[in-house]
């Protein structure tokens, strides 16, 4: 399973665009990276995915270098209602496709 | 939303007793993977079911078990509880052979065990 390393936590003042990176330094070829968004006693929610260079969703931006080894998911312009868990994810584990969290960036965002 | 349900929201049990959980998947979904999440941490893999069978599996002792029935519905089982159970459970499901990773999460139960 290819681990992630993401900062335990970031703050932001509200209007502010917001990076989080993750470094995977041993994704495989066929790794997709995703990113999910949680806030306290919710389910994940899916927030983009990508597999190389970048990708725009109405949400975020999810950029990927050719190397594959990090992406940085950008937050435009955020609001105290993006303040939540981020979490990176990289891959699957053989057919369950199973989808291994770490603990994940807590973002706060400050009026 | 996601389309994902489950049920119920809250549950409080006692030491040793036995919970069921229910999950119902988002339409079109085959496959539901159930996971738990203590406080403060990330969520964990407890199984994956495709097309009623279990096809995957975490560090979870047998006391964790399910089911998936044919109009993909799921059920997790925990017998003789611990405290540890104490924990959100979250059940996610997803189209197999979609080519991606993603799964769509139900907003989950929050077991106590006392």
């Known amino acids: 399973l290819a681990k992630t390393t993401q900062p335990i936590s970031m703050d932001s003042y509200e209007g502010q665009e917001v990076n989080i990176t993750c470094s995977h330094n041993?994704?495989?070829?066929?790794?997709?990276i995703t990113w999910y968004q949680q806030f306290p006693s919710q389910g994940p929610r899916f927030i983009i995915q990508?597999?190389?260079t970048k990708v725009t969703n109405e949400v975020a931006s999810l950029f990927i270098p050719a190397d594959r080894k990090s992406s940085t998911l950008s937050l435009p312009r955020v609001s105290l209602s993006d303040t939540a868990v981020y979490y990176c994810?990289?891959?699957?584990?053989?057919?369950?496709?199973?989808?291994?969290f770490g603990s994940g960036t807590q973002l706060t965002v400050l009026p | 939303e996601t389309g994902v349900t489950q049920s119920p929201t809250h549950l409080i049990k006692t030491r040793g007793q036995q919970v069921t959980l229910r999950c119902s998947s988002q339409s079109g979904h085959n496959t539901v993977s159930w996971y738990q999440q203590a406080l403060g941490q990330g969520p964990q893999f407890i199984f994956q079911?495709?097309?009623?069978?279990?096809?995957g599996r975490g560090n979870f002792p047998p006391r964790f078990s399910g089911l998936q029935f044919p109009n993909y519905s799921s059920e997790l089982n925990v017998n003789a509880l611990e405290l540890d159970d104490s924990a959100l459970y979250l059940c996610?499901?997803?189209?197999?052979?979609?080519?991606?990773?993603?799964?769509?999460f139900g907003p989950g139960t929050r077991l106590t065990v006392l």
């Open positions: 079911y495709y097309r009623e069978e279990e096809n």
């Open positions: 041993n994704i495989a070829t066929n790794d997709y």
């Open positions: 996610a499901s997803r189209l197999a052979g979609d080519g991606t990773d993603t799964q769509y």
């Open positions: 994810l990289v891959g699957f584990s053989g057919s369950a496709r199973q989808l291994t």
């Open positions: 990508g597999y190389k």
